[in-house]
């Protein structure tokens, strides 16, 4: 049984798209920027109807088809969304939230860039960044192994 990393998108505290990364060659990146905003008012919901003192991470959001959304809100409202390929079994807990705290961790390096405006409404351009992701959602696949 495995899952892949399908999909790692940002999105900022005004919705706007702030990083999208597709890793599926079967899917468009379309496809994932519907499913990355589809997730907002499901995290906005779980925000808003959960306790006050919210973990930061929120867990599966929904499922469609053989995909999975999880997601991730910052403390600075920046939500992160995961979507993994799942087929066969489900993937634990444990290991999302080390995947969310990688992806938050590369976060954090880049915004704490003296040069980055983090109110910014425009996408994260930043190559290490990029590659920081790109290492994350390759090697994601071994992490989620069941």
Known sequence: MSSEVNCIALIGKQSNPLYIKNFSTSHPDLKYHYIAHTSIDVIEERVSNGPKNLD????????????????????????????????????????????????????????????????????IQSKAFARAIENIGMNAKTTLDI
């Open 56 to 123: 930061l991470y929120l867990g599966l959001l929904y499922a469609m088809e053989d995909l999975a959304v999880y997601g991730y809100i910052t403390n600075t409202r920046v939500k992160i969304v995961v979507v993994v390929s799942v087929t066969d079994g489900i993937i634990r807990d444990a290991d999302m939230k080390a995947l969310f705290r990688r992806i938050h961790s590369a976060y954090v390096a880049t915004v704490c860039n003296p040069f980055y405006n983090i109110d910014f409404q425009k996408s």
